[in-house]
Nanobody
Framework: QAPLVASGGGSVQAGGSLRLSCRAS????????LGWFRQAPGKEREAVAA???????TYADPVKGRFAISRDGARNGLYLQMNSLKPEDEAMYYC????????????????????WGQGTQVTVSS
């Protein structure tokens, strides 16, 4: 399996938007549950959103209604549209693939995900 590399982060003001992308080279994740996670300095890595191979979406409560996860199987891509960003959204964002489940997102625990690659920093100023 190839690591999933996140990109698209940046610095925005509160209320702004960003769209993160995630891709892997040399391996197809179309049959996996894929997820977005974030980690702020001094805090545990936490789930943001996940999407199954069937397109079923799950969101962490803090981002519901503001973030949207999507995937493009043909391009082996995973995306996270982040709207109405808040300072508390500031973190390093990572994407990962579930280690099992046959494409169904039965867990959003980071411990159940792998293929971690380079993250992308999101900075939100108030």
């Amino acid at each position: 399996q190839a690591p999933l590399v996140a990109s698209g982060g940046g610095s925005v003001q509160a209320g702004g938007s960003l769209r993160l992308s995630c891709r892997a080279s040399g391996y197809t994740y179309s049959r996996y549950c894929l997820g977005w996670f974030r980690q702020a300095p001094g805090k545990e890595r936490e789930a943001v959103a996940a999407i199954g191979s069937d397109g079923g979406e799950t969101y962490a409560d803090p981002v519901k209604g503001r973030f949207a996860i999507s995937r493009d199987g043909a391009r082996n891509g995973l995306y996270l549209q982040m709207n109405s960003l808040k300072p508390e959204d500031e973190a390093m964002y990572y994407c990962a693939a579930a280690g099992s489940g046959g494409g169904y997102c039965y867990s959003m625990s980071p411990h159940d995900f792998g293929s971690w690659g380079q993250g992308t920093q999101v900075t939100v100023s108030s």
